[in-house]
Nanobody, 124 residues
Framework: QLQLVESGGGLVQPGGSLRLSCAAS????????IGWFRQAPGKEREGVSC????????NYADSVKGRFTISRDNAKNTVYLQMNSLKPEDTAVYYC?????????????????WGQGTQVTVSS
């Protein structure tokens, strides 16, 4: 059974950093693009960042460019999201999701395997 488990969320002050992890079980991430998404209360889910199966191609939402970095370690079957210079507006539940590389278009759409999410709260 394909499973994705997020971890690393928590409470952080504005300007602080967090690193989220997305660990896969039941399948190897080598063949999958991975995306990070977030949903704040009362808002629609949005794509934050995505990475191709090889790690060679990444993209970011304009709101996080220069602050967030997505990376992957296929040997550990894990994808990371390093979040720096966090702002209160980054507060949301963060989800990772997988899409087989055959279907990946280079953008954060169409992902079909989802984790349960991890809460990130940025507040003083």
């Amino acid at each position: 059974q394909l499973q994705l488990v997020e971890s690393g969320g928590g409470l952080v002050q504005p300007g602080g950093s967090l690193r989220l992890s997305c660990a896969a079980s039941g399948f190897t991430l080598d063949y999958y693009a991975i995306g990070w998404f977030r949903q704040a209360p009362g808002k629609e889910r949005e794509g934050v960042s995505c990475v191709s199966s090889s790690g060679a191609s990444t993209n970011y939402a304009d709101s996080v460019k220069g602050r967030f970095t997505i990376s992957r370690d296929n040997a550990k079957n894990t994808v990371y999201l390093q979040m720096n210079s966090l702002k209160p507006e980054d507060t949301a539940v963060y989800y990772c999701a997988a899409l087989h590389r055959v279907y990946y278009s280079g953008s954060c759409v169409g992902f079909d395997y989802w984790g349960q999410g991890t809460q990130v709260t940025v507040s003083s």
